[in-house]
């Protein structure tokens, strides 16, 4: 640590000698504090005489006390000081609570600004609507515990821990004017996600995004244990947050004068540090390292101004004020006296008039309108959001004259389009990823954007700059809050991953899902836009990394979430892939899951069929099908592998059984399988009937865990027909045939599961399949000896074609090699 | 930073200055060095003329190149130093990869220490075994490309990345002599995981564990990109390091003779360190302070010592040496020289002899037997297993004379065993959570053992110690990484958690399963201690918290995975809870997932009945059926709650419908389910037919997501006839009963499903189902109004005993609240 670092770091004696409030200041901010923590510990305990207008008697009490104070007066600490600053300064600014469990002291604040009773009409501004506010609090039909969507000037609601500062960071990126005030408590803090999260502000560009302002607050404790931050040696602590990059300010105290002088003095000083990096970045000075952005450690203790005894037990200050520190107020009258004495050491009468509004002087310490932090727009997203100015992206097809007989990337041809969107939509659009951008062959974006990177650069690196659209870190967590954060204020982009990593971010999804639905159901909640997965890199194509990088379950994770609002889309090749990520980028509240492939892969569609195809979802492919009419057999598939071994178990079929009536069904909209009473995207029965029919073998391959399939299935009527060959959890070393021979979802197999299933085959039958299974047997030894697979194999292409004899591929068709096929690490 | 802070880091000039290498020695690791690296790029790209013999021609090169050079010099040159000290201070030491892709270089110190032909007695220590090493990497029916199972001396795959740092933590726990050897790559130095890893320092006690000694390996770049923590100011590194109480040596350069020099300096101060901390705690010392542990950053090019250019492009030192840094050498005459005069730089002639074998005064540089890295067993960890001593579980049963008419807490209950547990094994067991063992109710454990902890201490903490068996940090991600770590050595352990949030850790699972199958078909790998979590504070008792913390999907992630590794038990109450438990402790090589409440629940079997039950996996309970021959309707169980309200909806169908003959199957080990061909605990179909009938209606009450159930029984006769009512991804603010009639598992609307579906009910069908509805509505309203549930349904129990008319439950049946019912933050 140099001694220049070592004096940048504003110390606590320094602060607290600097006192920025005046008595009058110092009064009102604490009389707001107090109104908030008043409100916030009467939603814990009151059904009733919210006011205190009369003792308090048990029927005045919950039945049961569901909510958490410790980590509250310190929410409403930091809450009320800055609305000084966004009033005195003119701000902009949203309020991320990383300890969502605080949900009363966001409430109570929203409540206080007024925005609570513009939403909640029935919430109102008097005796009454305090009752009902108090009432609703983690009761039955009311509202839930935590600032989650219900909560205005919410985007976070701090259920799961340890999202806070990448949703600060998503939120600001690309809004120059925006801060978000975010809080990271230090329970939190050991998380992995947030341990990370830290790091973002390498990827900040003060010219082109807003600020995060991150508040560490030290209540020492989490449920039963203390936490780590607070018990490190405070020199550690300082040297963690400077290794981070950040400028730290210390605020430690117990006292509230005290602490309310030093907590201003620090965050004026934290605003006055942003908006000169702000200042000096926008007037087009350079700097030798990447600004030093402010951070302030507040430490204080957890369930401050609360009981500091229980029954002889400290809890004020310890683990035991996390939840509710005292308990049996409705029958204890020991307890219950308690609870009256902390209600009115706030002095209530003094914040509220005798109609039980708050007082007008301390309303006018509020901003107003937008400037609520709990009426910001950028916390309802959906209420800023500009549709994208998407290039029709039917002019970048490729051209595909006969099926099946000539090869794309089918990312790469993806990403020409998505460099145009990029283009188009430079402040409204990014795309994030793990250090995968140009591995999955997205690389054409890099000609109108670079990578954000506000650190060190040099002449070698590839396409980066503190400006850029892309948003690469090898961290899935990141890439995931990042882009939520983007979404979440209403902003739009994309999230490219590989397939087997994406579970990095289940519990993500699963929150960000939870919160979609709920939002849904919120009528001033407005639709934002989707959160986009670009899954590549397979399960199949696994080719320098194997078994550990193989894993297609995140689409059986993601069904488990309300149909509403999940999508899951295979599509086959270059065409399908562009009609379909078109389609996800001007939806609304969802999640779309797209798999796709990066590897050269045969085309199938002309762009007018594959925008046909994908409108339907999925349809009978009659090029490939040799029959009008009801079938021999269904031969079914869903993702660009299982696509091409169908066709090519049709290629065997035609050939040895030219007899046998096959219909192929391709299906791009994985949701359209289920019945309708199930997702909105789902089939009628009558409707699956016609294209699987009630009663003939079908075939299925499928990309994932064949046991989606049946589950998606199940109840239809033809359901115990189906039979699916998907992964196994086979895979080691191996070649992209081999890999697919491993988990049986190959050509011969397919074709010999046809002859298994097809009754009245004659005698021929064990013939055939004899030969089928020779084949392949020569196959997997062609492979073992020689290191690739047979040419004739690797090389297939549908060879039935009328109007061009040119069968060949593209050249990139080969295996991949050499740094121009990069893998994950 | 404090001044004495400063000076506490060895910079790296006064590294350099020391030189503790002689000439000879110098000469010795640069050959051993080379050695590696030579059989590392042969690896990667020879499948013939291993020692260059010939000049390098076409048909030596492989046809696919598979694999990634860039990051494997610096593991190799990691690996030959710390041989050097091994040896020279007779440590004992296991070597965990990070970047676990360079594979090459792991396999290629296996080699030249003889571990690997010692057992793949086919990979000779000679040429012929040099072209089959060389062969078989990354090849069909060959081994993988990362540091995976197949790789002596590896617990750690490094294939996801992040992991490193919780896995040496995990191994070093109660092994006082064991020293974790960890490279952490610095592109795996963002991800979230390992950021908080860091921390696990906290949570080492010098005197009973081992240490880890961590490499940053600063290589500058990721696939495409820069990596953070090599660009961020030197300064800033080395506070972030001293911020997570580390004591950072820096080791830089590109000079091969310099590096050694410095690496050698570095790793012996670093070892003495570890060495003069342990001796100082185990001497009895004490100090203000939590030791500062060593680690080292050792700053060297990617790809170091491949082609510097190729093509015109930077190569060694850039991203592009990630992978394969020369391309196309089978056909590029131009890049085959490259590549031979590359394999020919390293002086194979000089290392190995006539016949292949590495020169006997090189190999004599290698530590022997155990020492070996590659051979240590404490990478095999079943072969150091040792069984826990089990108390007797049946002496912690509960007394349960009448079923399902006293309450216990099932976690608490089964907390007192695990307590004697701990006692038994106080150096063979741990116990994880994030902060939840306390909430959990397993606080019995506290009275024998604290919580692991080494940073500061307050009177007012319940049970910190630094050598404390509990290990409680936010963060699943450690919980996790340390159990794997401590199981992958042999050790036991349990993971408790709330079932929402295991979802955090999905692809760690992923990543362990899979290593446990590979492990299974590997013969040299002894199997481990099973893998085992508790997952309680459930989906269905979320009262604190609500819909953001339900989530019962961690089941359906883990049956993905082979089901020979995957087992799932849903214990109804405290007695089959224990039975389980016991099982799991006792298993090898599984991953046992256990879902238990922890609320007041009813008891149903005496311990004898558990067991016999438990053993079964599911049966019939006859106390509850009224019937012994073939019902009329089914109602199945799996999960307290959903037992709860089967009995209390058999309960309603008794009063309103005694006629029908109803049977009760609970179901406690899931996979019973399942065909007998799916997973080895499978029903056969006969077995599944005389439980669940082959053509009665069943109503399936299910803990989870429904479409599991189906899931796993679609292939029974009577599939078509279950119903199954589970999760529907309902919730909000709610009492206990509410929670499941909004996902309707309720006992009315469990009732109403059989009257559904048993025929001929007659025209009484109608009104009881209308009768049943309204008891439904006026449960309801009654908790909308009161906030809690109807009495009589909070406090139902079996009204059908005969022997004990004394129905009351426990006084701990009420609703929690208060500091004692702590739930997550």
């Known amino acids: 640590m140099t001694d220049a670092m070592t004096d940048e770091t504003v110390t606590q004696t320094q602060l607290t000698s600097h006192k920025p409030l005046s008595e009058e200041e110092l009064a009102g901010i604490d009389a707001y504090w107090r109104a908030a923590n008043y409100l916030s510990v009467g939603q814990i305990y009151l059904l009733d005489n919210p006011l205190l207008h009369e003792p308090l008697a048990p029927e005045h009490i919950k039945p049961r006390l569901l909510g958490h104070w410790g980590t509250t007066p310190g929410l409403n600490l930091i809450y009320a000081h800055m609305n000084r600053l966004i009033k005195q300064r003119d701000l902009d600014v949203i309020y991320i609570t990383g300890p969502g469990h605080g949900g009363p002291g966001l409430v109570a604040n929203a409540y206080l600004e007024g925005t609570y009773s513009q939403v909640y009409s029935h919430i109102t501004e008097d005796e009454d609507g305090l009752r009902k506010l108090f009432r609703q609090f983690s009761f039955p039909g009311g509202v839930p515990s935590h600032v989650a969507p219900e909560t205005p000037g919410s985007i976070h609601e701090g259920g799961e821990l340890g999202y806070a500062l990448v949703h600060g960071y998503g939120a600001i990126f690309d809004n120059p004017d925006l801060i978000a005030l975010t809080v990271v408590g230090d329970g939190e803090a050991e998380t992995g996600p947030l341990a990370a999260s830290w790091h973002s502000n390498k990827f900040v560009d003060p010219r082109r995004d807003g600020a995060v302002l991150p508040v560490l607050h030290l209540n020492g404790y989490k449920i039963a244990n203390p936490t780590l931050l607070a018990r490190i040696p405070e020199k550690q602590l300082i040297a963690l947050m400077e290794g981070y990059g950040h400028k730290p300010y210390i605020v430690a105290g117990d006292d509230p004068a005290e602490v309310h002088q030093a907590f201003a003095a ?111 727009p950028h916390a309802n997203g959906g209420l800023l959001m500009r549709d994208l100015r998407l290039p029709d992206f039917r002019d970048y097809a490729v051209d595909v004259t006969d099926p099946a007989t000539r090869s794309s990337e089918a990312t790469k041809v993806m990403g020409a389009w998505l460099r145009d969107v990029m283009k188009a939509n430079p402040d409204n659009f990014r795309l994030m990823g793990p250090d995968e951008v140009a591995s999955n062959r997205l690389s054409p974006v890099f000609e109108v954007s670079d990578r954000a990177w506000n650190a060190e650069r040099y002449e070698e690196d590839d396409h980066l700059d503190p400006g850029g659209q892309v948003m690469e870190v090898l961290s899935e967590h990141l890439c995931q809050g990042w882009l939520e954060g983007y979404n979440l204020t209403g902003r739009h982009g994309l999230f490219t991953c590989y397939e087997a990593f994406i579970h990095i971010i289940d519990a993500m999804f699963n929150q960000h899902a939870k919160w979609l639905k709920t939002t849904s159901e919120i009528p001033w909640r407005r639709p934002i836009p989707s959160l986009n997965y670009l899954l590549t890199s397979h399960v199949w194509r696994q080719d320098h990394n194997g078994f550990s990088h193989q894993d297609p379950g995140f689409i059986d994770h993601v069904v488990n979430k309300k149909a509403e609002v999940v999508r899951v889309y295979l599509p086959p090749d270059a065409n399908t892939l562009l009609s379909v990520t078109d389609h996800c980028l001007r939806s609304r509240n969802y999640v779309n899951v797209v798999v796709a492939g990066k590897q050269p892969a045969l085309n199938y569609l002309s762009m007018d069929e594959a925008i046909a195809h994908c409108t339907r979802g999925l349809g009978i492919w009659p090029w490939a099908s040799n029959c009008e009419g009801e079938p021999d057999v269904v031969l079914a598939c869903a993702g660009d592998i299982p696509t091409l071994e169908t066709l090519a178990a049709v290629d065997l079929l035609r050939q040895h059984l030219p007899e046998l009536k096959v219909r192929v069904i391709n299906v791009v909209d994985l949701m359209r399988l289920q019945s309708e009473s199930e997702h909105p995207h789902g089939l009628s029965d009558s409707e699956f009937d016609a294209l699987f029919t009630k009663d003939k073998p079908v075939v299925f391959a499928y990309h994932g865990y064949p046991t989606l399939i049946h589950r998606l299935t199940y109840r239809r009527n033809n359901h115990s027909n189906i039979h699916v060959r998907g992964y196994k959890e086979e895979g080691t070393t191996t070649t992209p045939f081999d890999m697919v021979m491993l988990n049986d979802l190959d050509r011969f197999r397919l074709a010999m599961d046809v002859i298994d299933r097809v009754p009245a085959l004659g005698s021929s039958r064990a013939t055939l399949r004899q030969k089928l299974d020779d084949l392949r047997i020569q196959a997997r030894a062609y492979t073992r000896e020689h290191g690739e697979d047979v040419p004739e194999i690797a090389n297939w292409s549908w060879p039935y074609s009328e109007a061009d004899s040119d069968l060949g591929t593209d050249p990139g068709n080969d295996a991949p090699s050499g740094p121009d096929s990069k893998e994950q690490e």
Chains 1, 2 share one sequence.
């Open 266 to 376: 620090a965050l004026e000083q934290a605003l006055d540090d942003i908006a000169q990096i702000q200042r000096a970045a926008r007037s087009g000075a350079t700097s030798e390292e990447p600004p030093a952005w402010p951070m302030i450690v507040l430490r204080t203790p957890k369930g401050w101004t609360g009981p500091k005894t229980v029954d002889g037990k400290q809890v004020e200050g310890s683990w035991r004020s996390h939840q509710v520190p005292l308990s049996g107020t409705r029958s204890d009258d020991a307890h219950r006296a308690e609870l009256e004495k902390w209600l009115r050491s706030y002095k209530p009468e003094e914040l509220f008039g005798p109609d039980g509004s708050l007082l007008p002087e301390l309303a006018a310490l509020a901003p107003a309108g937008n400037r609520r932090m709990s009426a910001n």
